[in-house]
């Protein structure tokens, strides 16, 4: 009998490891406090080696086809122009991914086939769990009570679950950036570019196209956090109109587009540090796990290859203890490039005075010139192919009716040929 598996978290981290524990023939429920799958968020980037992962599954070229259709990243000054230009075309993956997809297309992307091997449960939580030798017992919110061989919690950065079974352990690195999430209507003049405006007192925005009619933006400073992500979405809206009200550039019409948004969000950033991932039958995957906020770059990749790597552990292990332990062998270092970014990085990328936004504006003229910019693009985002890719037994691709393999199965042809990839050949994997 398989064993029987629940995931807490339904976002990309917990479908991506549903999606692999499914193929791999584990039981698997996921459960998940929205609703409904939810949809929109903004602009996220899958890099390295979870476009592998994503390619393992064959959902690579399914993927680049919901691209936002981002072909670079622009600084710009207070009349739009640009300062620095960093395209894809001259440097590949730097501020802007060669592959840029909105957070909900791709969860979704991802959903959909696992829940053909999971059972999902939506507006529900975990409200207690209890572990001994031979399993868990979840008491869920809805009043539902049900036994488990193991728990997966791959919520956000917040996880009640965590803090239930790990309490006291969290660490929280502040990156001290306030910054707001929304999408406004997208115009002809907009173009495919992001575009970065900083002012002082270390404000800014940017902008960032979307595969649709909307425009998403980042607004937010640069400043020690204080409570600002514990008000009401009308307060922090406020906050936002007295820190931009009156700055030119496309602030008016940014500030406008955020009144009428239905898709507001506030974050104050953080990285999630964790001593250890497991606690007993209980693991850590995702955000709840290793938060490494969107400066890292490679936030969305990090949770598509903890997936994978975490479902190919239990299915090649002996025990959960055996799997949970090489689980974080392997990841702990991969997450600790994605997180290893200093802190001063967005004091200077967030100036506080004009003489700051001087020299950040020469650096990034300087830094976009044909010598320099795709060595000075990777300061931007983490080495997303620092890992060795474990490769795991291919589990059997699901045929349709006609005995074709179904569309978005797993590929069979798991070890990759794609030129100086750290992605392990048959004749290389590592045995972990």
Same mark, same amino acid.
């Given at each position: 009998?398989?064993q029987?598996?629940?995931?807490?978290?339904?976002?990309?981290?917990?479908?991506?490891?549903?999606?692999?524990?499914?193929?791999?023939?584990?039981?698997?429920?996921?459960?998940?406090?929205a609703?409904?799958f939810?949809?929109?968020?903004?602009?996220v980037?899958?890099?390295? %080696? &979870? =476009?592998e992962? *994503?390619?393992?599954?064959?959902l690579e070229?399914? $993927?680049?086809? #919901?691209?936002?259709g981002?072909? @670079?990243?622009?600084?710009?000054?207070?009349?739009?122009?640009?300062?620095?230009r960093f395209?894809?075309?001259?440097?590949?993956?730097?501020?802007?991914?060669?592959?840029?997809?909105?957070r909900?297309?791709?969860?979704?992307?991802?959903f959909?086939?696992?829940a053909r091997?999971?059972r999902?449960?939506?507006?529900?939580?975990i409200?207690?769990l209890?572990?001994?030798?031979?399993?868990?017992?979840?008491?869920?919110?809805?009043?539902? %009570? &049900? =036994?488990y061989? *193991?728990?997966?919690?791959?919520e956000?950065?917040? $996880?009640?679950? #965590?803090?239930?079974?790990?309490? @006291?352990?969290?660490?929280s690195?502040?990156?001290?950036i306030?910054?707001?999430?929304?999408?406004?209507?997208?115009?002809?003049?907009d173009?495919?570019?992001?575009?970065v405006?900083?002012?002082?007192?270390g404000?800014?925005?940017t902008?960032?196209?979307?595969?649709?009619?909307r425009?998403h933006?980042?607004?937010?400073?640069q400043k020690?956090?204080?409570?600002?992500?514990?008000w009401?979405?009308?307060r922090?809206?406020?906050?936002?109109?007295?820190l931009?009200?009156?700055?030119?550039?496309?602030?008016p019409?940014?500030?406008a587009?955020?009144?009428?948004t239905?898709d507001?969000?506030?974050?104050v950033?953080?990285?999630?540090?964790?001593?250890r991932?497991?606690?007993g039958?209980?693991v850590?995957t995702?955000?709840?796990?290793?938060?490494?906020?969107?400066?890292s770059g490679?936030?969305?990749?990090?949770?598509?290859?903890?997936g994978?790597?975490?479902a190919?552990e239990l299915?090649?292990?002996g025990?959960?203890?055996?799997?949970?332990?090489?689980?974080?062998?392997?990841?702990?270092?991969?997450?600790?490039?994605?997180?290893?970014?200093?802190?001063l990085?967005?004091?200077?990328l967030?100036?506080?005075?004009?003489?700051?936004?001087?020299?950040?504006?020469?650096?990034?003229r300087?830094?976009?010139?044909?010598?320099?910019?795709?060595?000075?693009?990777?300061?931007?985002?983490?080495d997303?192919?620092?890992?060795?890719?474990?490769?795991?037994?291919?589990?059997?691709a699901?045929?349709?009716?006609?005995?074709?393999?179904?569309?978005?199965?797993?590929?069979?042809?798991?070890?990759?040929?794609?030129?100086g990839?750290k992605?392990?050949?048959?004749?290389?994997a590592?045995?972990?």
């Open positions: 009998m398989p029987r598996i629940l995931i807490t978290g339904a976002s990309v981290a917990g479908a991506t490891t549903a999606w692999w524990l499914g193929r791999h023939g584990f039981d698997v429920e996921v459960v998940e406090k609703p409904a939810r949809e929109g968020g903004q602009n980037d899958v890099r390295g %080696a &979870a =476009r992962v *994503l390619r393992r599954m064959g070229a399914a $993927a680049q086809a #919901r691209t936002t981002e072909r @670079g990243t622009d600084w710009v000054n207070s009349g739009d122009r640009p300062i620095a395209a894809v075309d001259d440097i590949g993956d730097g501020p802007t991914a060669e592959l840029e997809i909105l909900g297309d791709i969860a979704r992307l991802i959909e086939p696992a091997h999971a999902f449960r939506f507006g529900d939580g409200a207690a209890t572990q001994d030798a031979d399993g868990v017992d979840v008491r869920f919110e809805s009043g539902r %009570a &049900a =036994r061989d *193991l728990v997966i919690v791959a956000g950065v917040g $996880a009640p679950t #965590r803090e239930r079974v790990f309490p @006291g352990e969290t660490r690195r502040w990156l001290d306030t910054i707001a999430y929304f999408s406004i209507p997208r115009t002809a003049a173009g495919p570019f992001a575009r405006h900083n002012i002082t007192r404000r800014g925005a902008f960032k196209p979307g595969p649709d009619d425009l933006v980042y607004l937010g400073q020690t956090p204080g409570d600002e992500a514990q009401g979405p009308a922090q809206k406020a906050w936002l109109h007295h931009f009200d009156g700055e030119g550039w496309q602030f019409r940014i500030l587009g955020m009144d009428a239905d507001f969000y506030f974050d950033l953080r990285q999630v540090k964790m001593p991932w497991s606690n039958r209980v850590l995702g955000d709840a796990a290793w938060c490494a906020t969107p400066m490679i936030g969305t990749s990090l949770a598509i290859v903890g994978y790597v975490l190919g299915a090649r292990s025990g959960h203890r055996a799997a949970f332990d090489s689980y974080e062998r392997i990841l702990r270092p991969y997450v600790q490039e994605g997180q290893n970014f200093p802190k990085l967005p004091r200077l967030w100036p506080h005075s004009a003489a700051g936004l001087s020299v950040l504006r020469g650096a990034m300087l830094a976009s010139t044909p010598l320099v910019r795709k060595t000075f693009s990777r300061l931007f985002v983490r997303s192919e620092a890992i060795d890719l474990p490769d795991y037994p291919a589990p059997p699901p045929r349709d009716s006609d005995g074709a393999v179904a569309s978005g199965q797993v590929n069979s042809q798991l070890p990759s040929n794609r030129p990839s992605v392990n050949s048959p004749a290389t590592n045995p972990r």
